[in-house]
């Protein structure tokens, strides 16, 4: 399934669903991606500090990729970001 994100929000929603999705526990994520629990609580609570290796590693160990896609719609609302 294709998931269209537009903020740290929404990224941190698509992780945790994929996460709860596959029964694992933040703690079993964060091992699994090398990284502390309270970093994925973080993310999932969308966080927007984090460096973007993060979120790729996070994304990995979910055996998820990012893909870059021009936009639908022309819009642009800087107050979502």
């Known amino acids: 399934m294709i998931v269209t994100i537009r ?7 698509a992780i945790r669903a994929e996460r709860l999705k596959r029964k694992l526990r933040q703690v079993d994520l964060a ?7 309270a970093l994925i609580s ?25 893909a870059l896609v021009p936009r639908r719609k022309a819009e642009f609302n800087p107050t979502e970001y």
């Not at 903020?7 to 929603?13: D, K, Q, V």
């Not at 091992?31 to 629990?37: D, L, P």
């Not at 973080?42 to 590693?57: P, V, Y």
């Open 7 to 13: 903020n740290s929000r929404e990224l941190g929603e």
């Open 31 to 37: 091992s699994m991606a090398s990284v502390r629990q």
């Open 42 to 66: 973080n993310l999932e609570n969308g966080a927007n500090s984090a460096r973007a290796d993060t979120f790729l590693k996070v994304l990995a160990a979910l055996d998820m990729d990012l």
